[in-house]
């Protein structure tokens, strides 16, 4: 899986039909999600995203009768994901979160339970006493998409809140739920008006980001976890 070390600054084109719509910038965070982002851009680079449609799903949120239904804008879906040429097999990324121990203050990166057993020490396991560091109440917080019941099922999707995708309130009801590796920092006017349909039609990743971006050949999980080479 790749890697991205730092950041990267990526910009995308819509349009709707023949229209052309305007541009969204996310800026993808490697000290935050040094995988997410990782696969995230070097989807963007291979332009894996371009001539893609959005379409809407529908999560729900909470559980019993406190229930809510967030409707959230997913952005490159295609089939199972993206198939990685070198395995022949839908790359999957696993559930990638910081969060803040209660007692220490101290931010961690933390990948889910069912990883842990699998990648040993490499995988730091959320608890009860982690919270993540960053919410959904946070405006244009772009964030991996997956399965309904495979947290670590993640491929190409991914999404940010429109303003009625869910109620501010029930918005940190998503916290945990989904890993966050970016951020909108323009055009959040352009996202705001994308609906159902509307096409992805060209992507540009800069050169920095681009530099920032590690694949990985042959580093075990765990090494790319402690950021070794």
Same mark, same amino acid.
């Given at each position: 899986? &790749?890697?991205?070390?730092?950041?990267?600054?990526?910009?995308?084109?819509f349009?709707?039909?023949?229209?052309i719509?305007?541009? =969204?910038?996310?800026?993808?965070?490697?000290?935050?999600?040094p995988?997410?982002a990782?696969?995230?851009?070097?989807?963007?680079?291979?332009n894996?995203?371009?001539?893609?449609?959005?379409?809407?799903?529908?999560?729900?949120?909470?559980?019993g009768?406190?229930?809510?239904?967030?409707?959230l &804008?997913?952005?490159? @879906?295609?089939? #199972?994901?993206?198939?990685?040429?070198?395995?022949?097999?839908p790359?999957?990324?696993?559930? #990638?979160?910081?969060?803040v121990?209660?007692?220490?203050?101290?931010? =961690?990166?933390?990948?889910?339970?069912?990883?842990?057993?699998?990648?040993?020490?490499?995988?730091?396991?959320?608890?009860?006493?982690?919270?993540?560091?960053?919410?959904? @109440?946070i405006?244009?917080?772009?964030?991996?998409?997956?399965? /309904?019941?495979n947290?670590?099922?993640?491929?190409?999707?991914?999404?940010?809140?429109?303003a009625?995708?869910?109620?501010?309130?029930?918005?940190?009801?998503?916290?945990? /739920?989904?890993?966050?590796?970016?951020y909108?920092?323009?055009?959040?006017?352009?996202f705001?008006?994308?609906?159902?349909?509307?096409?992805?039609?060209?992507?540009?990743?800069?050169e920095?980001?681009?530099?920032?971006?590690?694949?990985?050949?042959?580093?075990?999980?765990?090494?790319? =976890?402690?950021?070794?080479e």
């Amino acid at each position: 899986m &790749p890697r991205l070390l730092g950041r990267a600054k990526v910009i995308f084109t819509f349009r709707r039909n023949k229209e052309i719509l305007g541009n =969204v910038t996310i800026v993808a965070d490697g000290f935050l999600a040094p995988i997410s982002a990782g696969n995230f851009v070097d989807l963007c680079v291979r332009n894996f995203y371009n001539g893609l449609p959005i379409k809407n799903t529908k999560k729900r949120l909470g559980s019993g009768s406190e229930f809510d239904v967030a409707n959230l &804008p997913i952005f490159g @879906s295609f089939q #199972e994901g993206f198939y990685d040429p070198l395995t022949a097999k839908p790359r999957r990324i696993p559930l #990638e979160i910081v969060r803040v121990d209660k007692s220490t203050s101290v931010p =961690v990166l933390s990948y889910s339970q069912g990883l842990a057993n699998l990648f040993g020490q490499a995988s730091l396991e959320p608890t009860g006493e982690k919270l993540p560091l960053l919410s959904f @109440s946070i405006p244009g917080l772009v964030a991996m998409s997956h399965p /309904e019941k495979n947290a670590n099922g993640g491929s190409s999707e991914f999404f940010a809140l429109q303003a009625d995708s869910v109620i501010d309130d029930k918005r940190s009801l998503l916290d945990g /739920e989904y890993a966050p590796f970016g951020y909108i920092t323009e055009g959040m006017d352009i996202f705001q008006k994308i609906k159902p349909g509307d096409i992805l039609d060209e992507t540009f990743v800069d050169e920095w980001g681009q530099l920032n971006l590690v694949k990985i050949r042959q580093s075990s999980f765990s090494e790319v =976890v402690q950021g070794s080479e």
